[in-house]
């Protein structure tokens, strides 16, 4: 018997009916145009959708996931999203998100091999395995695998920021910035990773992703920066605390508020 998902059509229903209901302009406004200002690569984890961790209405926000959110310059599917949202959406701002406690980025950690996913998850698990002794040195299981979700983040980054779609748009002038971003599962609040590339210029100037491995960083979710930036205004010879560099009491490494 074919099972025809009835509730989720109800539920379609009632979040249609809702939508229209606190904005009766909202799907004719939709229907002629989408522009969003966004494109978000995240990961395809159940628990992340960008509309929602970003507050934001459908139209707001251009989506590309997979697992892990790996960019690939062979990627059909990304290539031909990253171009639709260059050069048709002319969107202004590209996130790859990832997010702590990611599956794939734990597979890549691991010696299984043999599974497609492990074919995806390649450059990922090569740079694991090349940086075995700075991961070994960290201090726990929990520290490699969050730092390795946030180097995850820094390296698809500069991948998308070496894709000939992303330069072109530079060389043009188009104001194209890109952005790395972690995810907490625990506590719903997004982090800025880095790097921050908006020119061919800002790219070439990384630092390689190999020497994130011998770097800590401790992202800071919004909500903590503007705890540090509270504490700074109040020190007398307070200075901005950039969001990877040293901690401000009671926020140090392994602390768990993070
Ligand atoms: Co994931």
């Known amino acids: 018997m074919t099972e025809t998902l009835d509730h989720l059509f109800d539920r379609n229903v009632n979040w249609a009916h809702r939508k229209a209901a606190e904005d009766p302009t909202f799907f004719r406004r939709l229907a002629e ?4 200002d966004y494109l978000w690569i995240g990961c395809s984890d159940s628990r992340i959708t960008a509309n929602d961790v970003l507050g934001l209405d459908p139209g707001e926000v251009f989506v590309h996931r997979n697992i892990a959110n790996i960019v690939h310059t062979s990627d059909m599917n990304i290539l031909a999203v990253l171009e639709f949202a260059i050069e048709v959406l002319r969107v202004r ?42 991961f070994g040195a960290m201090a726990g299981d929990v520290q490699r695998f969050d730092r390795l979700c946030e180097i995850n983040v820094e390296m698809q980054v500069r ?26 599962l625990h506590d719903g609040l997004l982090r800025d990773v880095g790097p921050h590339v908006s020119s061919v210029a800002d790219r070439d100037a990384l630092p390689t992703v190999d020497s994130c491995a011998h770097e800590a960083t401790e992202p800071a979710s919004a909500v903590r920066r503007h705890a540090a930036e509270a504490f700074s205004a109040s020190a007398p010879d307070g200075t901005d605390a950039p969001c990877c560099g040293p901690s401000p009491p009671g926020f140090g490494p392994g602390t768990p508020q993070r």
Request: glycine share 12%.
């Open 159 to 184: 991948r998308v920021a070496a894709t000939p779609l992303v330069e072109n748009a530079w060389a043009r002038g188009a104001a194209l910035h890109l952005h790395g971003w972690i995810y907490g």
């Open 33 to 36: 145009q989408q522009a969003p």
């Open 93 to 134: 701002h590209i996130i790859v998100t990832g997010h702590y406690g990611c599956g794939g980025v734990r597979r890549a950690m691991v010696e299984e091999r043999g599974a497609l996913v492990d074919h995806w998850l390649q450059p990922l698990s090569m740079y694991y395995r090349k940086h075995r002794a700075a």
